[in-house]
């Protein structure tokens, strides 16, 4: 019997707003990059957020080292856009 190996798609959907979320939750890609980089594992990942199922999460991280640029270029964008929130939030603009 041979292996039949095929490729994963990531489990990561984009929003009407334009946020990446994980599989069919409510929980960012912002939000598993972030703990990862804190040296949370898969596994403590699924612990805060019982949501994600761990396939989904093991997904999101190889996803997320393989195109490390385009995923740092998506935060800073986000980052970005919550600042210019949070900007108008305080000059009263929204």
Do not use: C, W
Request: no cysteine.
């Amino acid at each position: 019997m041979t292996l039949a190996i095929a490729s994963e798609v990531a489990p990561l959907k984009t929003d009407a707003d334009g946020v990446v979320r994980v599989g069919q939750t409510r929980v960012t890609l912002d939000t598993v990059v972030a703990v990862f980089q804190q040296g949370a594992t898969a596994e403590e990942i699924s612990d805060r957020y019982p949501s994600l199922n761990l396939a989904d999460i093991y997904a999101t991280i190889a996803f997320y080292l393989n195109h490390q640029q385009e995923v740092e270029s998506y935060l800073q964008q986000r980052q970005q856009q919550a600042q210019e929130v949070r900007q108008m939030n305080q000059a009263g603009e929204v």
